[in-house]
């Protein structure tokens, strides 16, 4: 574990908790993605249902305006006239 991991809070999916990875009670990775739990009783709610807790990448600026472009257009193309 690194240094920066150290100093990094991460947020338990299941109950909201800050974790700390050098001191979390659990921890699994799902979908490539390292997940902390700060009880193991989180950890087994969590993979009961994973999908329940939707973990996923955080998404870049591009993604973040296309996601936000498509909602403002219901997915529509834009037409000039």
């Given amino acids: 574990m690194t240094n920066a ?4 809070k991460y ?9 700390n990875p050098a001191t979390a009670a659990a921890q699994t990775c799902h979908k490539g993605i ?5 009880a193991e009783g989180c950890k087994e709610t969590f993979e009961a ?6 973990i ?5 600026f591009w ?3 296309l996601d936000r472009l498509n909602k403002a257009t219901g997915g529509r193309p834009q037409s000039c006239h």
């Fill in 49 to 54: 249902n994973p999908n329940k807790f939707a």
């Fill in 11 to 19: 947020i338990d999916p299941v109950c909201g908790m800050s974790v």
């Fill in 63 to 65: 993604r973040r305006y």
């Fill in 34 to 38: 390292q997940i902390y739990f700060c």
């Fill in 5 to 8: 991991d150290q100093k990094q």
């Fill in 56 to 60: 996923e990448k955080r998404k870049g």
